[in-house]
């Protein structure tokens, strides 16, 4: 069974920078060909997509974030990254990892998810 362990996050003002992690074990394929993503789900509102690589490793980021964000990923360790700087308080939230053959893009019918690290951006 794949599994994705989050690690990172945590509080800082308004401006600041984080960067979250996400390392993948991985047994049925070869970390290179799941489709990764970053998604986010702040209290009372439903989960939203963030950032994601295509079928293709071309990179997709919510509108809210561009410019601010980078998501990259080390395919040597299984590792998937979100860098976030210029934070802004409405970018509090829980955020996830998620993995997938089927490229979902920023819809989340990802199939394998990591446990979720909390962000939060106070002003």
């Known amino acids: 069974e794949e599994q994705l362990v989050q690690s990172g996050g945590g509080s800082v003002q308004s401006g600041g920078s984080l960067r979250l992690s996400c390392a993948a074990s991985?047994?049925?394929?070869?970390?290179?060909?799941?489709?990764m993503g970053w998604f986010r789900q702040a209290p009372g509102k439903e989960r939203e997509g963030v950032a994601a690589?295509?079928?293709?490793?071309?990179?997709i980021y919510a509108d809210s974030v561009k410019g601010r964000f980078t998501i990259s990923k080390d395919n040597a360790k299984n590792t998937l990254y979100l860098q976030m700087n210029s934070l802004k308080p409405e970018d509090t939230a829980m955020y996830y990892c998620?993995?997938?053959?089927?490229?979902?893009?920023?819809?989340?019918?990802?199939?394998?998810w990591g446990q979720g690290t909390q962000v939060t951006v106070s002003s």
């Open positions: 998620a993995a997938d053959r089927v490229a979902w893009g920023l819809h989340d019918r990802y199939n394998y």
């Open positions: 991985i047994s049925r394929y070869t970390y290179s060909q799941y489709c």
């Open positions: 690589f295509d079928e293709d490793g071309r990179v």
